[in-house]
């Protein structure tokens, strides 16, 4: 039994079906079915029943899972033993950031590190997740988060400020109630809503930063938004309301056995120098208020 067949078997446990499986692997899912099937006619043994539900491990598989874990944790130990002794400023680098911070923060800025290290090919994956830094999903990732994970390295390097921001069509209107913009997950009345608007009513939830700026824009109503993100709009004004300070902060983080990948590095002493240069903008300082 080698390796190779136990990622198979691992993809299909996680994710039930054949076409996960081969999503998570980057391969048809025919592949996942007959690699499955050479296995399960290698062991001798049935290691899935296929139900309409899904792929279900047999007790077989149950017995093999914890091995596949334990061989699984070695190669990635491995693979990031031999990248992270890597001393040489060349080879693809793979950066993870939520869309608004690339675009936002990040990418604007880019081009001076492209410029100075030619030989490092960067992937830029947008996601919201938190990439998988163990399996290598991703080499560095750019976070807002309260703490991230404790098997990362890293650093706040600034705290994330918000502010109430409306456009400056809508402000201008006469309104009786306020309209808000939500995030989906706030079933509950926010402490800034239950302080500042306690007779607005809701008009839309979201669950993405960048719809909720659109929808601001719009002339929608208002929103509490990251200082970064509703700044960067002219025709977004800031509301002069005092609000409890987020204990969320922009974070550069990356693997523990990466620390020493000269690639790594010095992507992360550059993501940390944009960040600290754009302090006013992410903590609200240059706001712009009606």
């Known amino acids: 039994m080698n390796w190779d067949d136990l990622r198979f078997f691992l993809a299909l446990a996680r994710e039930r079906t054949v076409s996960g499986a081969g999503r998570a692997l980057q391969v048809k899912h025919t592949t996942v079915a007959r690699r499955i099937s050479a296995l399960e006619?290698?062991?001798?043994?049935?290691l899935f029943d296929r139900l309409p539900s899904g792929y279900a491990m047999t007790q077989v598989a149950e017995n093999l899972y914890p091995h596949a874990l334990s061989m699984e944790e070695i190669v990635q130990a491995a693979d990031r033993e031999v990248f992270g002794m890597d001393t040489q400023l060349n080879g693809t680098l793979k950066l993870t950031a939520s869309f608004?911070?690339?675009?936002?923060?990040?990418?604007?800025?880019?081009?001076?590190?492209?410029?100075?290290?030619?030989g490092i090919d960067i992937?830029?994956?947008?996601?919201?997740?938190l990439a998988d830094l163990a399996s290598r999903q991703a080499d560095i990732a750019l976070r807002l988060t309260p703490k991230p994970p404790e098997y990362l390295i890293g650093r706040e390097i600034l705290p994330l400020r918000h502010g109430i921001y409306a456009s400056t069509e809508y402000l201008k209107k006469k309104r009786g109630n306020e309209k808000l913009i939500l995030w989906e997950h706030e079933r509950d009345t926010p402490e800034w809503v239950a302080d500042h608007f306690p007779a607005a009513r809701v008009v839309a939830r979201t669950t993405e930063i960048m719809t909720m700026v659109d929808a601001v824009k719009n002339h929608m109503g208002l929103a509490r938004m990251p200082c970064y993100v509703a700044d960067g709009e002219p025709s977004l004004r800031r509301l002069d309301l005092s609000l409890t300070p987020s204990n969320w902060g922009v974070w550069?983080?990356?693997h523990v056995d990466l620390r020493s990948t000269a690639r790594v590095r010095v992507c992360r002493e550059f993501l940390i120098d944009v960040i600290e240069q754009q302090r006013d903008l992410i903590e609200g300082l240059a706001s712009e208020y009606y």
């Open 100 to 118: 608004d911070v690339f675009t936002r923060l990040i990418t604007p800025k880019l081009q001076r590190f492209t410029d100075q290290y030619p």
């Open 252 to 254: 550069v983080l990356s």
């Open 41 to 46: 006619n290698q062991l001798g043994s049935r």
């Open 123 to 129: 992937e830029l994956l947008s996601s919201t997740s």
